[in-house]
């Protein structure tokens, strides 16, 4: 069974740090491209990352650039969203997707388009 489950969302203060995990399941992540989306109350779901499955090149959404780091870990068939310098804007739910496919296509991009497998998603909340 194809599934991907995060962790890691909670609560914390502004400037603040959380690492997001996303773990694969019923496939080898290190072969496909894998997003990073994050949906706020009341707003469309959007793109934050998209890391290629061919060469591990990693796309960022203008607005996390500089504060979110994508890494993957193939062996244990993990992708992490580390971010930092969090902000009261960041706070949404965070999903992880793949369309199954190598190369990161538009609808990894806002407006995100219909990705083969998603996460349940993990809330990331931040607020004094």
């Known amino acids: 069974q194809v599934q991907l489950v995060e962790s890691g969302g909670g609560l914390v203060q502004p400037g603040g740090s959380l690492r997001l995990s996303c773990a694969a399941s019923?496939?080898?992540?290190?072969?496909?491209?894998i997003g990073w989306f994050r949906q706020a109350p009341g707003k469309e779901r959007e793109g934050v990352t998209c890391?290629?499955?061919?060469?591990?090149?990693?796309y960022y959404e203008d607005s996390v650039k500089g504060r979110f780091t994508v890494s993957r870990d193939n062996a244990k068939g993990t992708v992490y969203l580390q971010m930092n310098s969090l902000k009261p804007e960041d706070t949404a739910v965070y999903y992880c997707?793949?369309?199954?496919?190598?190369?990161?296509?538009?609808?990894?991009?806002?407006?995100?388009?219909?990705?083969?497998?998603w996460g349940q998603g993990t809330l990331v909340t931040v607020s004094t």
């Open positions: 019923g496939f080898t992540l290190g072969f496909y491209a």
């Open positions: 997707a793949t369309d199954l496919g190598r190369i990161c296509g538009s609808h990894y991009y806002t407006p995100v388009g219909n990705l083969e497998v």
């Open positions: 890391t290629s499955g061919s060469d591990s090149s990693t």
